[in-house]
């Protein structure tokens, strides 16, 4: 078992939109997610932790109308410039050499974040491998998506799929191959888009395989294949790959997700593999949460990634830093 190494600094980056999504709330994920002790489980853990605060876009005005919804391109423009300045900073904290540590937000934030990872891993020639654990597949397309939810694209954009016009191109995409992608936890897939994810060779881990293999096994797979590509690992943690029953803080929730110790076992084994190199937490909706369970179980499963253990050491000295 290989034992991951502390990095020298967790750089945490909060994405506060939903404008991915069609539920409000999911935008206030970033600061549930410290209030509920993020930062402080990180340092207990004996990491140095940067907070870089949160990117966000300026409100839009209020209206008195209780059904008016934002214009979907107004949405659509919240979601590129976010990702182009996740993108951005992320790269930045990459090429420092540290660790970064995405909260959001909804999942679109992983069209930025990832894009990050694909940006820095490129020149070197080192594969990224994502392991994408959530509930949906999120390789719609805006031709095949029932929707028109940014939220449900994210992995069809990283991946090229074309259909996508010229206002989601520019210097902060990056690519992935899609052989290199694992759906981990999967129970909801819509037609097209599974059309879509069988073509593209995308490994899919749905919870059938899942019940039939055992989480070990299932995930064991994955790890060994980014090993044996030497890549770099990045975990994508959507709040609906859990089952709802024990995570109830999200908006697109879907029954016999991951239970308490199976999403755990996954954080640990990633940590034990060494291999992850930057982490996305999403979809948290403090609005739809239960006095803040979800939360407190989404910084508790990221403490197992970060090396949290039953049979813990001590902690030692830690520290704190404010910037951006």
């Known amino acids: ?3 991951q190494a502390r990095p020298r600094r967790i750089d945490l980056l ?3 939109t939903a ?9 206030m994920g970033p600061e549930a997610l410290r209030v509920a002790g993020l930062v402080e489980a990180l340092m ?3 990491h140095v932790v940067a907070d870089h605060g949160d990117l966000r876009r300026p409100q839009p005005e209020l209206s ?9 391109d107004e949405r659509k423009a919240d979601v590129l410039d976010l990702a182009a300045r996740a993108s951005d900073a992320g790269l930045a904290i990459l090429q420092d050499g540290y660790f970064p ?10 069209m930025g974040t990832i894009s990050a990872v694909a940006r820095h891993c490129a020149p070197k020639g080192k594969p990224v491998h994502v392991i994408w654990v959530d509930a949906h597949a999120d390789y719609n397309t805006p031709d095949t998506s029932p929707s028109g939810n940014l939220h449900g694209m994210p992995l069809a954009l990283l991946c090229g799929e074309t259909e996508f016009d010229e206002s989601f191109r520019g210097a902060w995409l990056g690519r992935i191959d899609p052989h290199d992608v694992t ?6 897939i819509d037609r097209e888009e599974r059309r879509l994810v069988q073509a593209r060779g995308v490994d899919v881990v749905d919870m059938r395989k899942i019940d039939q293999l055992g989480v070990v096994a299932a995930l064991q797979k994955v790890i060994d294949k980014a090993r044996a590509a030497g890549a770099h690992l990045h975990v994508s943690f959507d709040v609906d790959s859990i089952d709802p029953a024990i995570a109830p803080g999200g908006g697109t929730l879907v029954p016999g997700g991951l239970t308490y110790r199976e999403a755990h076992l996954v954080m640990e084994m990633l940590h034990d593999s060494g291999l992850v190199g930057s982490l996305d937490v999403v979809e948290l909706n403090p609005f739809l949460d239960h006095g803040g369970k979800t939360a407190t179980l989404m910084v508790d499963l990221v403490a197992s990634l970060f090396g949290r253990s039953i049979m813990g050491e001590e902690a030692g000295p830690v520290e704190f830093i404010t910037e951006g």
Do not use: K, N, Y
């Open 19 to 27: 404008s991915g999504a069609s539920v409000r709330g999911c935008g």
């Open 64 to 72: 008195l109308d209780p059904s008016s919804t934002r214009l979907p």
């Open 1 to 3: 078992m290989t034992q």
């Open 14 to 16: 909060g994405v506060a």
């Open 101 to 110: 540590l995405f909260i959001g937000g909804d999942h679109s934030i992983s």
């Open 183 to 188: 759906i981990f936890g999967a129970r909801s």
């Open 44 to 46: 207990e853990l004996e």
